[in-house]
Every structure is written in structure tokens, then in C-alpha cells.
């Protein structure tokens, strides 16, 4: 049976089971009376043989491509291999400096204590000489006067140094404070270095935005209008919100676009980063510390670290946390130990004005920052500008996505429109341009292997998602 309104063939019980909403369905040998399919026959032969050989050529590739990374895994084993060498040769160099530093200590102390017996020697020599002369039979009492100065002599010096010798350090009194610091760093640290990967930078072409459909997010409980103040997408293609003015995680999901669950939160959250499959990290707009989600069945808090400062932007990558107020960002550790801040360049100037988000890429080697009043603005891992972008094209840079591809999505809240930037921070072009009876672009966040688009508006009950 042929079934031309999906250009399909099958049998009976196919056609009648997959099929039986369709209405040009044949009957093969009745359907192809009077046709002649040879040449169409000989044109798919010779496409299925090219095809063939793409195909052989593609495995080729991938056999050099796994070879390649066998060769790279033993290469990157090897480098683990020599820096753990590395380490060792210097904690042997530690331990020899303690060593060698004891070793000295005791010798001088071994060396004061051999001169203490010398001189003990000589006062003991001179007591048991003056005693001997006072002990002398048929003295005269001027020679009796002489000896017994001496003897008094001899008792005063000696006592002298039987006292001085008394506040002499002792070997109990030696003891060794081992540096913990140096045990908790390893204890802190998971590997002993970092894994990055990089892609072969190519030309980042402008993503192509089609169709484009709304869907409603508000829910029963909520209180005001919506407003989606960011959102992430995770790799099964949930789509996590983060409603501002109903204080809630809303968890979306993307074959039908609909609420299935929500969280309420403390405070209204800031921005949403993804941590992993099962766990998001998010700010908020009135508190000084960023809360650890899980997602996975029901949402709830796991883990809270505290900041000292009310934190807006949030992102995450190589294990660490980049953190932001207004007027910096900084790097910390997923157990919530700061390890950098920038906040002024190398002249002493501000970066930032009016932080509103932050994406990093996924090697950690660039920072993007959106800022109210100074637009986007990219750093490196050292807290340097790399480039900046402020315009009539971007105005009040609102929120920041970094695409699965490497390149960049900012939202312009007053421009409402969605520009694309390359890792770099240079412009590739405008993926959403502004629309009329439309405001306020607020987040921006995509999934490039389902090639959807989210964003969402200010004060807005729907969310809009594009085809990319």
C-alpha cells in the first residue's frame, strides 16, 4: 500500500493502524498501472552510491576522530601524571627545608648544650680546687684569708652559671606546627586541575529566528502579573523561570508549553543560572546570599551560600560561581570561599555602573556582563576588558545568554530587541527585532539542539518561543 499524503508505503495493518486518518491511500500494483519508475530508479541509485561514499568517508572520519582522542586522553593523563610529579617534588622540598631547619635548630642547641658542659667542667674543676686549699692543714691566717676569697669566688661564678643555664631552652620546649592551610587548599580542591575544552573557533553565523508562538505562564496562585525576569533551558528541554513578582520557580515543559509545577521563593529572584541536570542557582533583588534548587521531581532548596552583598547577576562554569551586585563581579568557590572581585579597571576607573546579569563562557576564559547604563561588556578571566558595546541598537542592556554554539544573546529592555555577538563581544547581528504594540525584552534564553528560542517581556503573563 502507497499512502501519498505522507509519500510512505506499508502494508495493510500498517496503513490501517499509522494511516487511517489519511485519505489517498493505494493499493501499489493499481497505483503505478501505466508509470514507469526506471530512471527515477537509476537517479536514486546513483545518490544512494554517492551518499555511500560520504558515508565511508564520514566513518573514516570518525575512526581518526576517535584515535585522536584516544591519543589526546593518554596525552592529558600523562600531563595529570607529570603535574602530580611536580607536586611531589615540591612537598619533598618542603619537607627537606623542615628537615634541614629542625636539624639546624638541634645542632645549635646540641652545640650550646657541649659548651654548657665545658664551661660546667672548668667551674667544677675550680670549686673542688678551692675546697681542697681550705681544707690545707698550717695555713696562716692570711693564706687562710686568700683561700677563702677564692672558695666564695669560685661558689658566686658558679652559682651564676648554674642560674643562667636554668633559662636555657630545652628540647620539650621545641615543638612542630605542621601549616593546615596547606592541607585544607588539597582538601578543598576535587582534582588537582581543571579540565577546559575548546572548540576549533569558526565563523559564528547569525541565528536564523522563525515562527514564534506565545504561551501562557501565569497560574492559579499567582497574585500579580507575571514577570519573568530570566529563564535558562535545560538539556531535556525544561525551560525554568524565574517569576519576579509572584517570587516562584516555574518549571515549564517544552512538548506542550504548560506550568507543571511551581516553587515559592523568599524574595523575588534576580537571575537563574543551570548548575547541572538537576540543580539551578538564583539570586535575589532584596538578599545577600544565592540559593542551590533542586529540580530534580519536586523543587527545593539544597544548599545556601551567604555573600555580604545583595547579589543580582549569576552564572556558573568550571565548578565555579561568578557572583554580582551593582558594581562588581566576583568569582567563588561552590562552597562559597571568594576568590576574586573586579569592580575597577587598570586606571582606577569603574567597570560597571548598574549590573543587571552575567553569562561566562564554558571554559571560563570570558565573562559577560549586561549593564543598565554601560550596555555589554566583556572581560577574560583576569578581570581585563576585552571589548565593550553600547548603542542605539542596545539600549538598557537587560539580560545575557551564552549559546551552546559560543556566541552571546542580550536583551535590550528600551531597544526590544534581541542582539547576537560573537565570544568576543563583537556584533553578529539582531536575531528579534523590536515590534509594535510589544515592550520591555526582558530574558533571553535558547536550546540550540531542540533549536528553540525562549524570551520574555516585563510585566507580561505569556513567555514567546522561536524556532532557530
Same mark, same amino acid.
Given at each position: 500500500m502507497y499512502c501519498q499524503n505522507h509519500d510512505n508505503v506499508g502494508c495493510s495493518t500498517?496503513?490501517?493502524?499509522?494511516?487511517?486518518?489519511?485519505?489517498? &491511500?493505494?493499493?501499489?500494483?493499481?497505483?503505478?498501472?501505466?508509470?514507469?519508475?526506471?530512471?527515477?530508479?537509476?537517479?536514486? =541509485?546513483? #545518490?544512494?552510491?554517492?551518499?555511500?561514499?560520504?558515508?565511508?568517508?564520514?566513518?573514516? #572520519?570518525?575512526?581518526?576522530?576517535?584515535?585522536?582522542?584516544?591519543?589526546?586522553k593518554a596525552n592529558l593523563l600523562a600531563d595529570i601524571r607529570?603535574?602530580?610529579? %611536580?607536586? *611531589?617534588? =615540591?612537598?619533598?622540598? @618542603?619537607?627537606?627545608?623542615?628537615?634541614?631547619?629542625?636539624? *639546624?635548630?638541634?645542632?645549635?642547641?646540641?652545640?650550646?648544650? %657541649?659548651?654548657?658542659?665545658k664551661q660546667l667542667q672548668g667551674h667544677k674543676a675550680k670549686v673542688i680546687s678551692a675546697n681542697d686549699k681550705l681544707a690545707s692543714p698550717n695555713q696562716n691566717q692570711a693564706e687562710l684569708f686568700v683561700h677563702v676569697k677564692m672558695g666564695e669566688n669560685a661558689e658566686n661564678v658558679a652559682n651564676k652559671f648554674i642560674e643562667d643555664t636554668k633559662v636555657n631552652k630545652t628540647v620539650s620546649d621545641i615543638e612542630f606546627h605542621s601549616d593546615r592551610n596547606l592541607l585544607e587548599q588539597l582538601k578543598q580542591n576535587k582534582t588537582i586541575g581543571m579540565l577546559t575544552e575548546k572548540t576549533t573557533k569558526t565563523a559564528e553565523n547569525s541565528l536564523q529566528i522563525t515562527g514564534g508562538q506565545s504561551y501562557c505562564v501565569k497560574v492559579k496562585s499567582d497574585e500579580q502579573t507575571c514577570d519573568i525576569y530570566s529563564a535558562c533551558y535545560m538539556e531535556n528541554g525544561t525551560i525554568i523561570l524565574a517569576d519576579y513578582n509572584n517570587k516562584k520557580l516555574k518549571r515549564l515543559k517544552s512538548h506542550n508549553y504548560t506550568i507543571t509545577d511551581c516553587y515559592n521563593l523568599p524574595g523575588e529572584p534576580f537571575q537563574i543560572c543551570k548548575i547541572n541536570e538537576t540543580q539551578v542557582a538564583v539570586t535575589f533583588n532584596s538578599k545577600q546570599e544565592v540559593h542551590f534548587i533542586s529540580i530534580d521531581r519536586q523543587m527545593k532548596t539544597t544548599n545556601k551560600i551567604k555573600t555580604g552583598f545583595i547579589c543580582r547577576g549569576i552564572a556558573y562554569a568550571n565548578n565555579h560561581l561568578y557572583i554580582s551586585d551593582n558594581l562588581s563581579v566576583y568569582i567563588y568557590t561552590m562552597s562559597g570561599r571568594k576568590l576574586k572581585q +573586579?569592580?575597577?579597571?587598570?586606571?582606577? =576607573?569603574? @567597570? +560597571?555602573?548598574?549590573?543587571?546579569?552575567?553569562?561566562?563562557?564554558?571554559?571560563?576564559?570570558?565573562?559577560?556582563?549586561?549593564?543598565?547604563? #554601560?550596555? @555589554? &561588556?566583556?572581560?577574560?578571566?583576569?578581570?581585563?576588558?576585552?571589548?565593550?558595546? *553600547?548603542? #542605539?541598537?542596545?539600549?538598557?542592556?537587560?539580560n545575557c545568554h551564552h549559546t551552546e554554539a559560543g556566541s552571546v544573546l542580550v536583551s535590550g529592555y528600551i531597544s526590544n530587541n534581541v542582539l547576537q555577538f560573537t565570544s568576543d563581544g563583537e556584533l553578529i547581528g539582531e536575531d528579534i527585532k523590536a515590534a509594535s504594540g510589544k515592550r520591555g525584552m526582558q530574558s533571553v534564553c535558547c536550546n540550540q539542539q531542540m533549536s528553540k528560542m525562549c524570551i520574555s517581556r516585563g510585566d507580561k503573563d505569556n513567555i514567546e518561543v522561536y524556532d532557530i
Open positions: 500498517c496503513m490501517a493502524i499509522d494511516h487511517r486518518s489519511c485519505k489517498d &491511500i493505494f493499493y501499489i500494483p493499481e497505483f503505478i498501472q501505466n508509470k514507469s519508475y526506471q530512471v527515477v530508479s537509476r537517479e536514486i =541509485q546513483s #545518490k544512494l552510491k554517492v551518499l555511500g561514499k560520504t558515508l565511508a568517508v564520514q566513518a573514516n #572520519k570518525f575512526q581518526q576522530d576517535k584515535q585522536n582522542l584516544q591519543k589526546r607529570k603535574f602530580r610529579q %611536580e607536586i *611531589n617534588d =615540591q612537598l619533598d622540598k @618542603l619537607e627537606k627545608c623542615s628537615v634541614d631547619e629542625i636539624a *639546624n635548630k638541634f645542632k645549635i642547641l646540641e652545640e650550646q648544650i %657541649e659548651e654548657g658542659l +573586579f569592580s575597577i579597571d587598570q586606571s582606577g =576607573q569603574e @567597570l +560597571f555602573s548598574d549590573i543587571n546579569s552575567l553569562a561566562v563562557s564554558k571554559d571560563a576564559t570570558r565573562i559577560y556582563v549586561t549593564d543598565f547604563d #554601560k550596555g @555589554l &561588556i566583556v572581560l577574560d578571566n583576569n578581570g581585563q576588558i576585552v571589548t565593550t558595546f *553600547n548603542g #542605539k541598537q542596545l539600549q538598557t542592556a537587560n
